[in-house]
């Protein structure tokens, strides 16, 4: 079993920057593609950003494009959201999830992480 664990998240006001981060261990990390997705109570996971296992690619959801990058460091078995100008709608608990092979935009993830909040004041 993998284990991830997230870090990071907080109260900020509206425009800030944050960076969360996900602590991968107990399988190769490099053979997994990673992802970050959000949830708010009453809606389904949204997909916010994904990177390849070799950290070749990368995708985004639609209302984070141009704001939030995600990276991954193979030799510390981690990857990061940087999230800048960070809105009042980016509220939410933001979970860190693992998969082998292709990013997929939907929560079919093999391993999710406890979740961390995120709340943006406007």
């Known amino acids: 079993q993998a284990q991830l664990v997230e870090s990071g998240g907080g109260l900020v006001q509206a425009g800030a920057n944050l960076r969360l981060s996900c602590a991968f261990s107990g399988r190769p990390f490099s053979n997994y593609a990673m992802a970050w997705f959000r949830q708010v109570p009453g809606k389904e996971r949204e997909f916010v950003a994904g990177i390849t296992w070799s950290g070749g690619r990368t995708f985004y959801g639609d209302s984070v494009k141009g704001r939030f990058a995600i990276f991954r460091d193979n030799a510390k078995n981690t990857v990061d959201l940087h999230m800048s100008n960070l809105k009042p709608e980016d509220t939410a608990v933001y979970y860190c999830?693992?998969?082998?092979?292709?990013?997929?935009?939907?929560?079919?993830?093999?391993?999710w992480g406890q979740g961390t909040q995120v709340t943006v004041s406007s």
């Open positions: 999830a693992a998969r082998r092979f292709d990013v997929l935009t939907i929560p079919e993830y093999e391993y």
